[in-house]
Structures are given as C-alpha cells and as structure tokens.
C-alpha cells in the first residue's frame, strides 16, 4: 500500500477570505503515516491541529479546525488540492489564523504540488490494517436538510456530482460530474482546482457587517449580481459548481482515506458536507467494533 508526501517544501503568502489577516503557510514533507496537519508556528508551542473531521469546530463559510485553543480556518483549497493531487503525509506550517485565499481556488496549490513532484512511501504494515479497515461503502448514506442534501453511494469508483441552483440568471441550475482517479491526478489541478470562490452581491454587505469575508475582493472571488458577473470572463461555463465540487472534496478529505463511492450533493454547504464525513467515520467505528 503506497502513500505519497511531496518532494520540496511549498511556501506561499496570502491574505485569508474572512479574517482579511496575510498569513504564510509551509507546506513541508512528512513521514509515512503522519497524514495531513496544521502547525500553528505564531502561537506558543507551535499546537498541531490535525486534519481531521473530528477537529472540524465552525462550518460557516468555510471549513475551521481547532484543537484546544488553536485553529485554523478555510482549509478546504489547500486539503482538496492535497487530496486531488494524491499527498497522503504533509506538515503544514501556518503562522495566522487562516489558509490564505490566494486567487480564490486552488489552482495555485495545485501547481505548486505538480512542480515539486511526489515522492512514494511504503506504508508500514499497521498503516496497511488501518487502510484495509477502511470500509467501502455498501449502502448509500444520506444527509439533507430542507431539499439541500450530500450522499455517499455504492461505487466502483471515486466520484463527485454536485448540482446548485441560484435565482440570479448568469448562474441558474447547473451540474458537474466529476471521477477521482488516483492515476490522473492532473485532471483535478485541470478540471477543478481552477475553479474560484464566487459570492452574490447583494449579500456582501451583511455578510461583511457580520465581520465575514473581510479579505474578499474582485481578485479572489467572483462576484454575481442581477445584471451578470462583476468580474468576468469565467474559466469553466459552470465555474460555480466545478468550485462546489472543489469545497466538497476538500471537507471529504478530513477523512484520511476516502472511502470508494460517489458522492452527490445539491445546494449543499460545508456544513452538510462535514456533516456526511461525520456520519461517515460513525458507522466505519461501528463497523470496526462490531467486526
């Protein structure tokens, strides 16, 4: 059972969505079987916040972990670029409260991680059990509120749908397919990981007095309004659910090892996404007991 970590360290600096805070984020080699996980290196101690759905402390907007009095927030980019592009181990050292939100997707991350390369680790045979633990899922798991819902069913393979529905025209109903193939990991950093933050105009405002999206601008983020996009052109016709696709993934990743399935969500949000991965990692505990 191979894992891989990457082959240099990355570094970037960039001004995080909400807090509006620049932070610099190392993303450095790790052993076999660390996973992924955050270093705080401006607090005392350096605290490690693993990457990890049972972390997982605030889901507006965003994805936040925390670990006693330290987080870490909008990790979502940075982990489903790590994810897509098949880095198992990495220590990510971050000096500020927040993933810098870099031009709005994860296209930056996603280069970075092709142009350092991988490099292959042979997983020791405990890491191998706790990999083959991992259940495939057998019956379909669902988490919905209103008519918003993510699923988990039976696959073959690694695959995300999503599908959003808006009443602005320039965005409208839109749907995306997308497969996770371990083999092509390029078609994420050409397919999603291009794909940007987008926002509607007439919340910003709200959302701003609500002490949100302080470090959002036309340079990081589409923005919508009755009359059309402020900011375009798009880089995909359905740029907006591609970036869905790319949130999802992201959550999902605080998993570990993504169980084989295909994941479909509509009108979903970080919140019902971790919602699913907790309910995920609740019956793989039951399974684990019980067998």
Excluded at 44 to 57: C, L, S
Excluded at 135 to 142: F, G, R, V
Excluded at 179 to 197: C, M, V, Y
Excluded at 258 to 267: E, I, N, Q, V
Aim: overall charge negative; glycine content about 8%.
């Amino acid at each position: 059972m191979q894992q891989h970590t990457i082959a240099r360290e990355i570094t970037h600096i960039g001004v995080g969505l909400h807090s509006g805070v620049s932070t610099q984020v190392r993303i450095i080699p790790a052993p076999s079987g660390s996973g992924r996980y955050f270093v705080r290196t401006d607090l005392p101690d350096k605290p490690i916040i693993p990457a990890q759905v049972t972390v997982v402390n605030e889901t507006v907007l965003s994805t936040q972990l925390g670990k006693g009095e330290a987080s870490v927030r909008t990790v979502e980019h940075l982990l489903a670029s790590l994810c897509g592009m098949g880095v198992n181990n990495v220590r990510i050292e971050i000096d500020g409260p927040e993933v810098p939100l870099l031009d709005g997707s994860a296209q930056i991350w996603a280069q970075s991680i092709a142009q350092v390369g991988l490099v292959p680790q042979s997983a020791t045979d405990n890491e191998i059990s706790k990999t083959l633990s991992e259940p495939i899922i057998s019956e379909p798991i669902w988490v919905h509120q209103g008519d918003a819902f993510v699923c988990a069913l039976p696959s073959s393979e690694t695959r995300f749908t999503y599908g959003i529905d808006f009443d602005l025209t320039a965005i409208g109903n839109q749907w995306h397919s997308w497969s996770l193939d371990k083999n092509l990991q390029n078609t994420f950093a050409e397919e999603i990981a291009p794909a940007r933050t987008f926002g509607l105009l007439h919340q910003i405002e709200h959302l701003r007095k609500l002490g949100l999206i302080k470090g959002g601008s036309l340079e990081n983020a589409l923005v919508c309004g009755p009359e059309g996009w402020l900011n375009p052109p798009l880089r995909f016709a359905n740029e907006p659910v591609r970036h869905k696709i790319l949130d999802l993934v992201g959550d999902l990743s605080l998993l570990g090892n993504l169980p084989t399935a295909h994941y479909m969500a509509y009108k979903a949000s970080h919140n019902l996404h971790i919602q699913l991965a907790q309910r995920i990692l609740e019956i793989s505990s039951q399974l684990t007991v019980n067998g």
